[in-house]
Every structure is written in structure tokens, then in C-alpha cells.
């Protein structure tokens, strides 16, 4: 097999493990990782990624930016207006309800409407209409004597309700400058509200056995809307509404984006990394891409990622390791196919998918095709190499047995005929990564053992632990995490980095809530410098 060379160009550098200087016998164990920072991303507003808008103050035709797409008389009802830059909508002596369309419609997609306050009685909401048959999904908020009470979620297929939700809020949510939002958690969704800066879960639904928003004609027929109902002489007045590609509540999963032999790449000065957007527990994670100034903490979203398997649906897998491969000049990589649990089977058909993309799928909304690889069982977290003494690709992934247990597999393909060589390992696995240190690679893998274990490449042997000072866990929180270790050139603060994150799940989600976690940066040294 020929030798990879980074993409002229596009990646300006793939970092080579032991280019730091550090002597070629360093070991994974010798070295100390001491917390530098933490962040938790929170649909953080500087972070989301445009898809559509409605902003009053740069509406100059609202009714052909922004048309009605229910039949409605608002001569009789109610009018909208601009003033002093915000949407207003009042009702006269009729009840009246309306939808004015801002976007079209991604199921990974965040929704906001942003409420500046209410009058009299009714509704304002979030809505999204196929246009070809009338079908309604809407998340709506009701109001009386001006203040919120209760959010609902409702779908509407074939003229029928199908799903209705209600949540009574809380009597200490204010009265003005709101935001409703929807997170759509592609096989379902979680509704939110925030107030001061901090988003509340209201509640959530799934509904994919009775729509299935995977399916791509979804994307094509689906409006999203501002919708509203007003009983007699009320009125709501509006910010405004936007659609986005978001971080969501919570990060996970985290790891480097390599070339074929496992080095990090290194573009526009910025490393890239794989890790899951939350949505609460399976199916509704998806995939996400992000990067890092490694000199600094600025950890910034890229994108989102779904995976095709040609059976007409976006899938929302995750868990994924991505490589450029320069000799076909594709992205390929592998990822775990926990979409099966969205009504495809469960743990039964959950597997290890190949996936590819002629197209770089770091930024924006990217979609990859997927296979599977041909191993039998429900394992998760595939990292893969290309050993190029070896002429083998070695796949370290979580081998499903009583419990998850790290196991090594070879093949002379990257996706197809998979052998296991070593393992599965006694401790509980997650997280596995195969990294160089010097010239010598190991393999890590975080447990719910309070450790991260190190073992030696191939065989998995036990060769030690990684020493972490303030470590992502406590005694009231989990510590099945990744570790993601990166050896760095000349020139940064540390010849190592780590990022890792904690498993602290967003509040109010009842089980399972998977929706972790907050971002942790590491720094690495030899323990032999003082």
C-alpha cells in the first residue's frame, strides 16, 4: 500500500506523533495531564450555524418574505405589522389563526422563536406544514390575562391527531422576553424555553412510528413557520424567529479527524474533531463536527453530519472516527449505527457502518454514505488505523459482551472483512482510541472503572493508566469518558493535548438521559519535568 500524504491545500499539516520533540520512547504512562479549561455549550447563539430567519427590523414586504400558508381572512381576524423593529400580530372582536412561513425544514435543526410579550388570549408557537398533503407538527405556546401557562406539541397527519403533548409551566417563568425552542431530535423532539439566558426543558416526544423524519421527501415538503391563535382583542409582539444547526445541550464522544495512520490533521491552524450533539438518549444524538485553536481554548462548532444508507432516510449516527484518504481523495471513516434504535430493530440491528464522502463533510450540514462493515454484534466507538508495517487496518472498537470491553480486529480493507486479533480486554471499555507516543503505538480506552486504562498495540495488554489531575468525574458522576490524547509539535503550550468531556446529563430529562457533557481541556507533560 502506498504512503498518504496530507491534501495540498486543504490540510496544511498532519501532525506525526513524536514531531514534538519529545524522545522516541516516551510512554503514555510517564506523563501527567493537569485541567487547563471547561466549557459546556448551551445552544450558545455565537455558535449556531444559520439555516433561515425571520428578523423584523430587516423586513421590507412581509407578505412576500414572509407569505401565509394557512387560508386565512385577516381582513375579518387579525393583522401583522412591523413596528419599532418587532413583529406584531393583533386580533380584533374575531378569533383568528395564521402560520407565515420563514424556511424550510432540517430534522437536525434547532428552532427558535423569541417572544417579547403577550396580550389578552391565545397562542404563539413554532410550526412546520408539508406542503404537498397539509400534514402539522407545532409546538405552541398558550397564554391568558398575558402570561404563559402551558407549552403543547401536537402532529397532524392525514386530518387526524396523532400525538398531543401538554406541560404546565412554572409560576416563576417571566412574562416578557422569552424564547420558545424546539430541538428536533430527528426521530423526535425536546421543547425548551428560555428565560434570562437559561433554557428550560419543558418536554419532549417521540413520534417515528407515527412520522419518520428521517425520510428525505421530509426535507423537501416540509415549511417551517411562526404560527398563532388569538381569541378577541389579544396580541402577541415578536423579536423574531430563526432556524439553525446548534452544539444542542451537551457534547460527547470526542475525536481527532486523522489521516489514514491515525495522525491528527491539522487545517488552517486548527485541529478537528468528531463528537456527539446530545439530543436526550438513543436515537436522538447525531453527529457533529468542531475545531480547536490547540495553543488556545476556543472550541468552535463546524457542522452536522448524517449518514445515508441508501434506504431513503438520513440517519443520525454517531460515535464516528473520520480520515482523509488521500489516494482517492475521499473522507471515509466509520461510525456506529445507533439509528437502529429509531424503530430499525434496537440493539439487534445497531452495527459498525463505513462511511465515505467525495465532499470535505467538516462544515455546514454534510451527508455521508454508509455500510456496514460485516461485524456481527451491537459493538460501538470504532477507531481504525492503517499499520503500514503491518500492510493491516486495525480497528479498536467496544466489543459487546455481558458488558463493553475493548477488542482489536484487523483487515487488509478499510471496510470489509474485519478479523478480531486481540481481546475483548476484562474491564468495561469506552472511548478507544489507538494513538502514537514516540515511535510506539498504545491503545486507551476511558471505564467505568474511574480509570483511563492504557494497553499495548496490538495485543491489548495491560501497560498502565493514564494520570489525570482534576479528572472529568467526581464521586456524583459517571466516568465513562474519552480520553482523546494528541501529541502536538514545537511551538505550543504542551507537547500533549487532551480533550475530554464529563457525563453530566442536562436537568429535567427523565431515564435514560444521555445528554452529556461539558468540554475539558488537558495539557500533557513528561512527569520527568519539573
Given at each position: 500500500?502506498?504512503?498518504?500524504?496530507?491534501?495540498i491545500?486543504?490540510?496544511t499539516?498532519?501532525?506525526?506523533?513524536?514531531?514534538?520533540?519529545a524522545e522516541?520512547?516516551?510512554h503514555p504512562?510517564?506523563?501527567?495531564f493537569?485541567?487547563?479549561?471547561?466549557?459546556?455549550?448551551?445552544f450558545?447563539?455565537?455558535?449556531?450555524?444559520?439555516l433561515?430567519?425571520?428578523?423584523?427590523?430587516e423586513?421590507?414586504?412581509?407578505?412576500?418574505?414572509?407569505p401565509e400558508l394557512?387560508?386565512?381572512?385577516?381582513g375579518?381576524?387579525?393583522?401583522?405589522?412591523i413596528k419599532?423593529?418587532?413583529?406584531?400580530?393583533e386580533?380584533?372582536?374575531?378569533?383568528a389563526?395564521?402560520?407565515?412561513w420563514?424556511g424550510?425544514?432540517n430534522?437536525y435543526?434547532?428552532y427558535?422563536l423569541?417572544?417579547?410579550r403577550?396580550?389578552?388570549?391565545g397562542?404563539?408557537?413554532?410550526?412546520f406544514?408539508?406542503?404537498s398533503?397539509?400534514?402539522l407538527m407545532?409546538?405552541?405556546l398558550?397564554?391568558?390575562?398575558?402570561?404563559p401557562?402551558q407549552?403543547t406539541?401536537e402532529v397532524?397527519?392525514?386530518g387526524?391527531?396523532?400525538?398531543?403533548?401538554?406541560?404546565?409551566?412554572?409560576?416563576d417563568?417571566g412574562?416578557?422576553?422569552?424564547i420558545?425552542?424546539?430541538?428536533m431530535?430527528?426521530?423526535?423532539?425536546n421543547?425548551?424555553?428560555?428565560?434570562?439566558?437559561?433554557?428550560?426543558?419543558?418536554?419532549?416526544?417521540?413520534?417515528?412510528?407515527?412520522?419518520?423524519?428521517?425520510e428525505k421527501?421530509h426535507?423537501?415538503?416540509?415549511?417551517?413557520?411562526?404560527?398563532s391563535?388569538?381569541?378577541?382583542?389579544?396580541?402577541?409582539?415578536l423579536?423574531?424567529?430563526?432556524?439553525?444547526l446548534?452544539?444542542?445541550?451537551?457534547?460527547?464522544d470526542i475525536r481527532?479527524i486523522t489521516?489514514?495512520?491515525?495522525?491528527?490533521?491539522?487545517?488552517?491552524e486548527?485541529?478537528?474533531?468528531?463528537?456527539?450533539?446530545?439530543g436526550?438518549a438513543l436515537?436522538?444524538?447525531?453527529q457533529?463536527?468542531?475545531?480547536l485553536n490547540?495553543s488556545v481554548?476556543?472550541?468552535?462548532f463546524e457542522?452536522?453530519i448524517?449518514f445515508d444508507?441508501?434506504?431513503?432516510?438520513l440517519r443520525?449516527?454517531?460515535?464516528?472516527?473520520?480520515?482523509?484518504?488521500s489516494?482517492?481523495?475521499?473522507?471515509r471513516?466509520?461510525t456506529?449505527?445507533?439509528?437502529?434504535y429509531?424503530?430499525d430493530?434496537?440493539?439487534?440491528?445497531?452495527?459498525?457502518?463505513a462511511?465515505?464522502?467525495?465532499?470535505d463533510p467538516?462544515?455546514?450540514?454534510?451527508?455521508?454514505?454508509?455500510?456496514?462493515?460485516?461485524?456481527?454484534?451491537?459493538?460501538e466507538?470504532?477507531?481504525?488505523?492503517?499499520?503500514?508495517?503491518?500492510?493491516?487496518?486495525r480497528?479498536l472498537l467496544c466489543?459487546?459482551?455481558?458488558?463493553?470491553r475493548?477488542?482489536?480486529?484487523?483487515?487488509?480493507?478499510?471496510?470489509?472483512?474485519?478479523?478480531?486479533?486481540?481481546?475483548?480486554?476484562?474491564?468495561d471499555?469506552?472511548?478507544?482510541m489507538i494513538q502514537?507516543?514516540?515511535d510506539t503505538?498504545?491503545a486507551l480506552?476511558?471505564s467505568?472503572d474511574r480509570t483511563?486504562?492504557?494497553?499495548?498495540y496490538?495485543?491489548?495488554e495491560?501497560?498502565?493508566?493514564?494520570?489525570?489531575?482534576?479528572?472529568?468525574w467526581n464521586?456524583g458522576n459517571?466516568?465513562?469518558?474519552?480520553p482523546?490524547?494528541?501529541?502536538?509539535?514545537?511551538g505550543y503550550?504542551?507537547?500533549?493535548?487532551?480533550?475530554?468531556?464529563?457525563?453530566?446529563?442536562?436537568?429535567?430529562?427523565p431515564?435514560?438521559n444521555?445528554?452529556?457533557?461539558?468540554l475539558?481541556?488537558?495539557h500533557?507533560w513528561?512527569?520527568?519535568?519539573?
Open positions: 500500500m502506498e504512503l498518504y500524504s496530507p491534501l491545500g486543504l490540510i499539516l498532519a501532525l506525526v506523533s513524536g514531531s514534538n520533540g522516541a520512547s516516551a504512562w510517564d506523563l501527567a493537569k485541567r487547563q479549561a471547561v466549557k459546556r455549550m448551551i450558545d447563539p455565537d455558535q449556531t450555524i444559520p433561515s430567519a425571520l428578523r423584523p427590523p423586513v421590507r414586504d412581509f407578505d412576500l418574505m414572509h394557512f387560508e386565512v381572512d385577516e375579518v381576524g387579525a393583522k401583522w405589522s419599532k423593529g418587532k413583529l406584531t400580530r386580533s380584533s372582536n374575531v378569533a389563526h395564521s402560520m407565515r420563514v424550510g425544514f430534522a435543526a434547532t427558535d423569541s417572544v417579547h403577550l396580550e389578552g388570549k397562542n404563539t408557537g413554532i410550526a406544514r408539508d406542503s398533503n397539509g400534514d407545532a409546538t405552541r398558550h397564554f391568558r390575562e398575558g402570561r401557562y407549552i406539541w397532524n397527519l392525514d387526524e391527531r396523532v400525538v398531543e403533548k401538554k406541560w404546565d409551566l412554572r409560576g417563568l412574562v416578557e422576553d422569552l420558545l425552542r424546539v430541538q431530535a430527528v426521530v423526535g423532539v421543547v425548551l424555553v428560555e428565560s434570562n439566558g437559561e433554557s428550560r426543558l419543558v418536554g419532549f416526544a417521540d413520534f417515528s412510528k407515527e412520522i419518520d423524519l428521517r421527501r426535507m423537501r415538503y416540509f415549511d417551517f413557520g411562526v404560527a391563535e388569538l381569541e378577541p382583542n389579544s396580541s402577541i409582539v423579536h423574531g424567529a430563526s432556524a439553525g446548534t452544539p444542542g445541550t451537551g457534547q460527547a481527532a489521516d489514514p495512520e491515525g495522525s491528527p490533521l491539522f487545517d488552517e486548527r485541529l478537528w474533531f468528531t463528537m456527539t450533539v446530545r436526550r436515537p436522538n444524538p447525531m457533529a463536527v468542531f475545531s490547540p481554548f476556543d472550541i468552535r457542522g452536522i448524517a444508507l441508501g434506504d431513503g432516510l443520525n449516527e454517531h460515535a464516528s472516527h473520520i480520515f482523509y484518504d489516494k482517492s481523495d475521499e473522507w471513516g466509520w456506529t449505527g445507533f439509528s437502529a429509531g424503530g430493530g434496537g440493539e439487534s440491528a445497531k452495527t459498525i457502518l462511511v465515505s464522502s467525495k465532499r467538516r462544515r455546514g450540514f454534510s451527508i455521508m454514505k454508509a455500510k456496514p462493515v460485516g461485524i456481527d454484534g451491537a459493538h466507538d470504532a477507531h481504525c488505523i492503517y499499520d503500514r508495517e503491518a500492510k493491516k487496518w480497528m466489543e459487546k459482551q455481558e458488558k463493553f475493548a477488542a482489536m480486529w484487523e483487515s487488509e480493507h478499510w471496510d470489509k472483512g474485519f478479523q478480531r486479533i486481540a481481546g475483548p480486554v476484562a474491564m471499555s469506552t472511548g478507544t502514537k507516543f514516540g503505538r498504545y480506552f476511558g467505568a483511563v486504562y492504557i494497553a499495548t496490538p495485543d491489548l495491560p501497560a498502565g493508566e493514564l494520570e489525570i489531575y482534576l479528572p472529568p464521586e459517571g466516568t465513562r469518558i474519552w482523546n490524547v494528541i501529541s502536538l509539535p514545537e503550550p504542551a507537547p500533549y493535548l487532551a480533550l475530554m468531556m464529563d457525563r453530566v446529563n442536562f436537568p429535567g430529562m431515564k435514560p444521555w445528554t452529556y457533557g461539558a475539558y481541556l488537558y500533557g513528561p512527569k520527568s519535568e519539573k
